[in-house]
């Protein structure tokens, strides 16, 4: 089927504007991951999901990122109050597994670039 | 968490082949060793992993020493679509899933 799916593809947000950022993994997908990337740099680790448990949100920059996946399948990356420095690719990889020892690879959306003004 | 190191950047002409090597002093005796591959405004897309001695598929190879504590991948005769921006990691998802990036080796593939 499809990969990761990413919405909006761009968003701009006035400094202080809360946004919403969609994330749809591959179906069946057990694991989902959150990254930020800046312009230039590797992504960075935000939050990771089993399921629809956040076993790891250590990522999180500041309590203004919220992420949540209540079914276990779409999952929503809030960021409230955005600042410039939030300005940034987001983006989205989901895995099939799950379990405690799983290497297989991540599966990454595009993305969503994020211009706070 | 390992620690990678790469090269910032490279050049390399059509038709040649290239190989990137990354550092990985601290890696642990359950880590894989993971390449992906990311183009401009896409996401990082898997080339190859693994563990120990060499790994071949139909995009690249990765030689892997037996200590461990690096890993060269290797793409055969590079077109300009091979341009893109090249990331070693190492890890194992029961540290929670967080695997790192490092900053990559972006390469630039010339005529």
């Known amino acids: 089927g499809a990969g990761v799916s990413q919405s909006p593809r761009y968003k701009v947000a006035k400094r202080g504007q809360d946004v919403a950022l969609r994330c749809d993994p591959i179906?069946?997908?057990?694991?989902l991951f959150w990254y930020q990337q800046a312009l230039g740099q590797g992504p960075e680790f935000l939050t990771y999901f089993q399921n629809e448990a956040q076993l790891d949100k250590s990522g999180l920059p500041s309590d203004r990122f919220f992420a949540e996946r209540p079914e276990g399948s779409v999952s929503t990356l809030k960021i409230q109050r955005t600042q410039q420095e939030d300005s940034a690719v987001y983006l989205c990889?989901?895995?099939?597994?799950?379990?405690?020892?799983?290497?297989?690879?991540?599966?990454f959306g595009n993305g969503t670039r994020l211009t706070v003004t | 968490l390992a620690k990678t190191t790469q090269p910032i950047s490279m050049d390399s002409y059509e038709g040649q082949e290239v190989n990137i090597t990354c550092s990985h002093n601290?890696?642990?005796?359950?880590?894989?060793i993971t390449w992906y591959q990311q183009f401009p405004s896409q996401g990082p897309r898997f080339i190859i992993q693994?563990?120990?001695t060499k790994v071949t598929n139909e995009v690249a190879s990765l030689f892997i020493p037996a200590d461990r504590k690096s890993s060269t991948l290797s793409l055969p005769r590079v077109s300009l679509s091979d341009t893109a921006v090249y990331y070693c990691l190492v890890g194992q998802t029961n540290q929670g899933g967080k695997l790192i990036f490092g900053q990559g080796t972006e390469l630039s593939v010339k005529p």
């Open positions: 179906s069946g997908h057990v694991s």
């Open positions: 990889a989901s895995r099939p597994g799950g379990g405690v020892v799983d290497n297989s690879p991540l599966h």
């Open positions: 693994g563990y120990k």
């Open positions: 601290n890696i642990a005796t359950n880590d894989y």
